[in-house]
T-cell receptor, first 116, second 113 residues
Framework: AQSVTQLGSHVSVSEGALVLLRCNYS??????LFWYVQYPNQGLQLLLK??????LVKGINGFEAEFKKSETSFHLTKPSAHMSDAAEYFC??????????????FGQGTTLQVKP | DTEVTQTPKHLVMGMTNKKSLKCEQH?????MYWYKQKAKKPPELMFV???????INESVPSRFSPECPNSSLLNLHLHALQPEDSALYLC????????????FGPGTRLTVT
């Protein structure tokens, strides 16, 4: 069964510092991978996705993620944090088993705090 | 346009009430989803519709009843809910089951008293 692990339930950075949110997955087949952001009392917004094309994926709001098959990782980065980046971030992997259900498997989430 | 809309934004209901949550998308997507999200937790899948047919029911109690009247609309009918059903209910859509990026609505904050 596929699973997603987000290392660190809470990450705190200073404004202008590098943001690194970690995501590792387990999958028997090359997966599709996603990062979503959720601001308080809002729905999830798609930041970026990996669908087996380029391993370095650029998303919205200056975020990017690199797919590393050897490390089964898909870490999210942003060179310079902004106060508006404070939110909950979810990594997700597709269920690409034989059923092709379209089901997403979510990690437990990482809360990003940005200090002034 | 990647917008999914949900109404109402907030809902308070008693345990004997009947209410409905509504979701709409105009992106031509053929798969639609209901999720339940508790505070500080990831969304939990409840139902999946593909081409207006129920594809997945994640063993959800019968007090939740989904309906897909057409390809743009998804409803969730609520009856005899329990206080533990209080949560953020999210709707999402995708082009199809094989196109895995899902677009989420803003959610309905449900409180059961």
């Amino acid at each position: 069964a596929q699973s997603v692990t987000q290392l660190g339930s809470h990450v705190s950075v200073s404004e202008g510092a590098l943001v690194l949110l970690r995501c590792n997955y387990s999958s028997s087949v090359p997966p599709y991978l996603f990062w979503y952001v959720q601001y308080p009392n809002q729905g999830l917004q798609l930041l970026l996705k990996y669908t087996s094309a380029a391993t370095l994926v650029k998303g919205i709001n200056g975020f990017e993620a690199e797919f590393k098959k050897s490390e089964t990782s898909f870490h999210l980065t942003k060179p310079s944090a902004h106060m508006s980046d404070a939110a909950e971030y979810f990594c997700a992997v597709s269920d690409k088993g034989s059923s092709n259900t379209g089901k997403l498997i979510f990690g437990q989430g990482t809360t990003l705090q940005v200090k002034p | 346009d990647t917008e999914v809309t949900q109404t109402p934004k907030h809902l308070v209901m008693g345990m004997t009430n009947k209410k409905s949550l509504k979701c709409e998308q105009h992106m031509g997507h053929r798969a639609m989803y209901w999720y339940k999200q508790k505070a500080k937790k990831p969304p939990e899948l409840m139902f999946v519709y593909s081409y207006e047919k129920l594809s997945i029911n994640e063993s959800v109690p019968s007090r939740f009843s989904p309906e897909c009247p057409n390809s743009s609309l998804l409803n969730l009918h609520l009856h005899a809910l329990q206080p533990e059903d209080s949560a953020l209910y999210l709707c999402a859509s995708s082009q199809g089951l094989r196109t895995y990026e899902q677009y989420f609505g803003p959610g309905t904050r449900l409180t059961v008293t």
